[in-house]
């Protein structure tokens, strides 16, 4: 019978316990960190170290597309045209979730080099899908990213109107302005 695999176990790696899981795990590893990790034997000695920091790269390189996703507008939106924005936008939605499903293979690749198996769930739902139970670090970002994303395009949007949209500033404002001249005047009197 063969060994039972994740969903989102990555192609090209065979399944733990058979004689090619180390070789392909490692080849597998080394593609998705960048190419100088390869000039560091002992990664390749032992894998578990190189699934470690794989993992902990590609966690981070989530967190980067996140924070990127988050601060386009504001860093780019005065030097790029709104297209250009938009398509910058969608290759980080894209880059995104590579980066979140290479993340969850880490996780899962590290988890089987440590020995530690997997078992289908009964219902056919993952185990972080379950009612009450929390999604896995890499995925809570991109949840994160996105529930970001929209309140940032909303504020973005309210602030464009203020500035170009020649919007009135609130009573409260005014309020404020009326009475700061009002004080001035007062000190040069006094």
Do not use: N
Request: hydrophobic share 35%; charged share 25%; aromatic share 4%.
């Amino acid at each position: 019978m063969a060994a039972y695999l994740p969903p989102d176990w990555p192609t090209g790696v065979h399944p733990p316990g058979s004689e090619e899981f180390e070789r392909t795990a490692v080849a597998w590893l080394l593609d998705v960190v960048p190419p100088d990790y390869r000039l560091h034997g002992v990664l390749q000695r032992h894998p578990i170290a190189l699934a470690t920091l794989a993992r902990r790269h590609l966690a981070a390189c989530v967190e980067g597309a996140r924070q990127g996703y988050r601060t386009a507008r504001t860093e780019l939106g005065g030097v790029l045209p709104v297209s250009g924005l938009d398509a910058v936008l969608a290759a980080y939605r894209s880059e995104g979730h590579r980066l979140v499903t290479a993340a969850r293979a880490a996780e899962l690749v590290e988890r089987a080099l440590r020995g530690k198996g997997f078992t289908p769930e009964p219902d056919g739902q993952r185990q972080h899908e379950r009612p009450g139970q929390q999604a896995p670090a890499a995925e809570q970002a991109l949840a994160g990213e996105q529930a970001a994303a929209g309140q940032q395009k909303a504020t973005a949007g309210v602030r464009r109107q203020g500035v170009a949209g020649g919007r009135q500033p609130t009573a409260a404002a005014g309020k404020q302005r009326q009475k700061q001249p009002a004080a001035a005047g007062k000190r040069r009197r006094g």
